[in-house]
Structure formats: structure tokens, C-alpha cells
T-cell receptor, first 114, second 113 residues
Framework: EAGVTQFPSHSVIEKGQTVTLRCDPI?????LYWYRRVMGKEIKFLLH????????ESGMPNNRFLAERTGGTYSTLKVQPAELEDSGVYFCASSQEADNSPLHFGNGTRLTVT | AQSVTQLGSHVSVSEGALVLLRCNYSSSVPPYLFWYVQYPNQGLQLLLK??????LVKGINGFEAEFKKSETSFHLTKPSAHMSDAAEYFCAASDTGRRALTFGSGTRLQVQP
């Protein structure tokens, strides 16, 4: 079984540019999550999809961030325009339906905004 | 709002020594509790979880954690450290009915030969 895959693994962009991160969850996992870890700090929840619907987007920092999951399969997270404080590691995770089923994490995308 | 505190951003032990990584949560209602491990250049991997029932939870790689409601703690232990245990460990909690995890700030474990 393929795990959660994220692309790209690294991205370096300039302030003001746009970046799109992609996450492919484990096949059959309806729940998809985005998390972010800013340098040296805790991993913070961004949002949660159930299939193609946003279940909880309370962690999205501002309207420069747009997440989509068209068709309920892969998801994208777009940052436009990027700011310096957006630098960090963006993790995607997926899980099955059960309430306390474990999250399976991808390796993350390291975003550096210069 | 739920918060998770991990005492010690860095812990160093000798190979063969006891590993103890501390985690406290803030919720008055016991949440679901998890420990994840991250090896370099990899994603987070679930070590163990507590939902309900037995308060001593055994996980992979010889790790275990004990849920103590009176102390709002969920400390992670391993009797004998191996070099391969060197990694960053994260404690996390989720309130029942909400699937989003609240993470602690992580503890980097170093194992000395």
C-alpha cells in the first residue's frame, strides 16, 4: 500500500510569488489533513477535508492560503502571495473513517520563502 | 482550547538507559492521546495511542506510555534506548468529536554510544 505522498519535497520561492503544494492520500482514505510546522515550533493544524468537503478550516492562517480537494482524491494547498513567515514544513495526513483511526503522514514539503 | 506541553526540547540518554519523554495536556475532559516519531527526512509515524480503556499503552519499537488523568500526563518510556531511537518525538491530543490534532513542540532524543 502506497503511503501519503507530497510534492514537491522542497520549494524555495521569493516573497510575493505563488506556490502550490500537492498531497496524494492513501487510497480510500476520506479524511485528509494539512498541518504546518514553522521553524522550531509546534506542528499546527491547518484544515481537514472529508472527501471533497472542508470539515474544519479553523487553522488556516489567512486568506492567502487556499486548499482544494476536487473529486475527493488528491489535495492542493496554494499560498498566494507568499510571505516570509510562511516558511516551514507543510505536512499532509490521511485517515480512514473511524473517529480515532490513526493519521498517516507524508514526508512533508519544506517551503522556504526568501 | 486544548494545549499539549512537552518538557524538554532535547533529551540525551546513553545507549541502554531508560528513555522518559514527558507530555502533559490541558483538557479537563480526557482527550485521545498520541505519540508520534519523526526520523530525519521522513513523515511522522504513530508510536502509540490512548483512547479509552487500559491506561498503560504499548506501542511499536518497545515504547509504552501511561495515561494518568490525575496528573493530566501521558509520558513516553522505553526501558533501554537503542541508537536507532534517535529521532524527534511528538505528543498530540485530539478532543473527542474533533479529529484535528494538537501537537506539543516536540522532543529531540539523542542516544549516546
Amino acid at each position: 500500500e502506497a503511503g501519503v505522498t507530497q510534492f514537491p519535497s522542497h520549494s524555495v520561492i521569493e516573497k510575493g510569488q505563488t506556490v502550490t503544494l500537492r498531497c496524494d492520500p492513501i487510497s480510500g482514505h476520506d479524511n485528509l489533513y494539512w498541518y504546518r510546522r514553522v521553524m522550531g515550533k509546534e506542528i499546527k493544524f491547518l484544515l481537514h477535508f472529508v472527501k471533497e468537503s472542508k470539515q474544519d478550516e479553523s487553522g488556516m492562517p489567512n486568506n492567502r492560503f487556499l486548499a482544494e480537494r476536487t473529486g475527493g482524491t488528491y489535495s492542493t494547498l496554494k499560498v498566494q502571495p507568499a510571505e516570509l513567515e510562511d516558511s516551514g514544513v507543510y505536512f499532509c495526513a490521511s485517515s480512514q473513517e473511524a473517529d480515532n483511526s490513526p493519521l498517516h503522514f507524508g514526508n512533508g514539503t519544506r517551503l522556504t520563502v526568501t | 482550547a486544548q494545549s499539549v506541553t512537552q518538557l524538554g526540547s532535547h533529551v540525551s540518554v546513553s545507549e541502554g538507559a531508560l528513555v522518559l519523554l514527558r507530555c502533559n495536556y490541558s483538557s479537563s475532559v480526557p482527550p485521545y492521546l498520541f505519540w508520534y516519531v519523526q526520523y530525519p527526512n521522513q513523515g511522522l509515524q504513530l508510536l502509540l495511542k490512548y483512547t479509552t480503556g487500559a491506561t498503560l499503552v504499548k506501542g511499536i519499537n518497545g515504547f509504552e506510555a501511561e495515561f494518568k488523568k490525575s496528573e493530566t500526563s501521558f509520558h513516553l518510556t522505553k526501558p533501554s534506548a537503542h541508537m536507532s531511537d534517535a529521532a524527534e518525538y511528538f505528543c498530540a491530543a485530539s478532543d473527542t468529536g474533533r479529529r484535528a490534532l494538537t501537537f506539543g513542540s516536540g522532543t529531540r532524543l539523542q542516544v549516546q554510544p
